[in-house]
């Protein structure tokens, strides 16, 4: 499905990623999974001697490795063989920023997750992408491009488990009330996810619960109406918000409870959603990302596996066959994939890569979710 016979790679700069990002390192393996790209260039820190280091370190030449994004937008625009894509892997109020200056050069973008750092930066974003014709756009909502999680989606489409009626999702993590953090190197660890003016609206909805709802919209397919929401801060060491639960209404009358926190004690990368229908129900743990439960309301349940018969539309996003573990490098590396390939592609053809309307419909949850919590009523999303 996601082929192109279309062999030139294409050319890849990076922004952010640099020593000590775990991301940094997981997105260049991801493009260089399926050889669609070289990295050409980059700006890997803010810190230009770290930043070039690191550059040479990977093999950029240096004269690609820039003082910062907007030298690297301007001089990058101006070559002949400049980057066709840039990757954006800073911390989340910084991507608004750095994609539109890449977009005002024509350079495609694809980028770490949020959206934005707030509504405001969403907004203007959004516009911005949809402005321009000669660009697309990928949101590395990766949990999203896992072969069963799109077997899912398109089971709710062909209306395997009936009209959507309940989403349960949550996502929860163990670092911010973790052994190794305390009051006094908490800032050293936790870095700017301590500073609402880098982690943007919310900390625990910017970093994972932006990944939960996406999912849950991205599976069934609706949107978010309205939302009533609890957000706190439960961990006494730190200063950031690391709870969240929310109840939501979806578009089409379906009722959502949603649970994202990361001080849960041993909840590690704990992704799960389930989806009931008038028909059946769906459920996805991301720890077994290989199978998917299929629950239909009259009968015994069906336990589908990537790349089997009885989910053959998985076979679509897999690259080994049926038996062999695939996760969550691959999954992250189907992105880059579908995005390549999009782009070089002269026909046009469905794509499954997260894309900026889900990014937008994401940041609007998180900003509903915040007025809600400030004033214990339920607020529409808009
Ligand atoms: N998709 C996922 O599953 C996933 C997982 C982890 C993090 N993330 C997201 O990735 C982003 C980065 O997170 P992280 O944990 O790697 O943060 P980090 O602080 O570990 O790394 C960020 C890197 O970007 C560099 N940087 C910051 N501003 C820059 C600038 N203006 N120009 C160049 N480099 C700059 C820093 O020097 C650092 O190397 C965040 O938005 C985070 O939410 C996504």
Redesign the pocket.
């Known amino acids: 499905m996601f082929k192109t016979n279309n062999t030139k790679k294409l050319s890849l700069g990076i922004?952010?990623?640099?020593?000590?990002?775990?991301?940094?390192h997981v997105h260049r393996i991801s493009s260089r999974f399926d050889n669609h790209y070289e990295i050409v260039a980059g700006?890997?820190?803010?810190?230009v001697k770290?930043?070039n280091k690191f550059g040479n370190s990977i093999g950029i030449s240096a004269d690609r490795c820039y003082l910062?994004?907007k030298e690297m937008a301007e001089k990058e625009s101006k070559r002949e063989d400049g980057i066709d894509v840039v990757a954006i892997?800073?911390?989340?109020s910084?991507?608004q920023i750095?994609a539109e200056k890449f977009i005002s050069k024509n350079i495609n973008i694809i980028s770490?997750?949020?959206f934005a750092g707030n509504l405001e930066q969403a907004k203007k974003l959004f516009k911005s992408i949809k402005k321009n014709k000669k660009i697309k756009y990928a949101l590395?909502?990766?949990y999203s491009a896992y072969p069963m999680v799109r077997q899912a989606k398109i089971l709710v489409e062909k209306g395997k488990i009936g009209k959507v009626k309940m989403i349960n999702v949550e996502y929860v993590q163990d670092w911010s009330d973790g052994s190794s953090i305390n009051a006094r190197n908490a800032k050293k660890k936790l870095?700017?996810k301590l500073n609402k003016k880098i982690v943007g609206s919310s900390a625990v909805l910017?970093?994972i619960g932006s990944?939960a709802y996406h999912l849950a919209i991205y599976i069934s397919g609706l949107k978010g109406k309205n939302v009533l929401a609890d957000i706190k801060q439960i961990s006494p060491k730190i200063k950031m918000d690391d709870n969240a639960q929310v109840m939501i209404n979806f578009s089409n009358g379906a009722k959502g409870m949603f649970w994202t926190n990361v001080m849960a004690r041993g909840g590690v990368y704990g992704l799960r959603i389930r989806v009931f229908g008038d028909k059946g129900s769906l459920e996805w743990v991301q720890n077994d990302p290989g199978y998917l439960k299929l629950n239909p309301s009259k009968g015994a349940v069906k336990l589908l596996e990537r790349g089997f018969h009885n989910a053959g539309f998985s076979k679509n996003f897999s690259r080994i066959k049926f038996g062999h573990p695939e996760g969550y490098l691959d999954a992250f590396a189907n992105i880059y994939k579908e995005f390549a390939v999009s782009l070089k592609s002269k026909t046009k053809k469905r794509d499954f890569f997260p894309n900026e309307d889900e990014g937008f419909e994401t940041a609007k949850f998180i900003d509903a979710c915040k007025l809600s919590s400030k004033s214990k009523k339920w607020v529409k999303i808009k």
């Open positions: 922004v952010g990623g640099g020593p000590g990002s775990w991301i940094g700006v890997f820190s803010r810190n770290i930043s910062n994004y892997m800073t911390p989340p910084s991507h750095i770490d997750k949020p590395t909502h990766n870095k700017w910017n970093e990944h």
